[in-house]
């Protein structure tokens, strides 16, 4: 199992007009990536036929992201690239935002208040609308 990078599995000219910040993005992601498969082809050798599993399961996405970690350093480097400064986070540069209490409705606490419920708005139902255009002497509502 040599290091090798196999062209095979990687683009060259897909880095070629990456900006030196989308560069930067991309090698971490591509190096979290690596690490993370060659934790898992580690812990796959660990088991039965391990080496065989660690081959078969993870190995062509590790060349391949290899692969591609090589040509994002390679644009990195031909565009002269520089990392950028960490970000620092302060905690005492921003105040902490003030919790809002919820506005209470006026009219609501002064029904409340004077102990009247509220009226439910009845809906007309089909029934009472159908009896109104009804005859009365045609129970049905057929004859019109």
């Known amino acids: 199992m040599g290091d090798t990078i196999s062209p095979a599995f990687a683009d060259p ?5 990456w900006d ?4 930067e993005t991309e090698r971490k992601n591509l190096a979290n ?13 660990t088991g039965v036929g391990g080496s065989v599993v660690a081959e078969m399961a993870y190995r062509n996405d590790y060349v391949a992201v290899r692969g591609q970690a090589h040509f994002a350093d390679e ?6 690239c520089t990392e950028s400064a960490p970000e620092v986070a302060t905690l005492s540069a921003a105040p902490a935002p003030k919790a809002s209490k919820p506005k209470a409705n006026p009219k609501a606490a002064k029904a409340k208040a ?31």
């Open 20 to 23: 030196c910040k989308k560069l």
């Open 75 to 80: 644009a990195w480097n031909n565009n002269k």
């Open 33 to 45: 990536r690596t690490e993370e498969l060659q934790k898992l082809m580690d812990k796959a050798k």
């Open 114 to 144: 004077v102990g009247k419920p509220k009226a439910a708005a009845k809906p007309k139902t089909a029934s009472k609308a159908a009896s109104k255009r009804a005859p009365a002497s045609d129970p049905g509502g057929a004859a019109q």
């Open 13 to 17: 000219g897909k880095y070629e007009l």
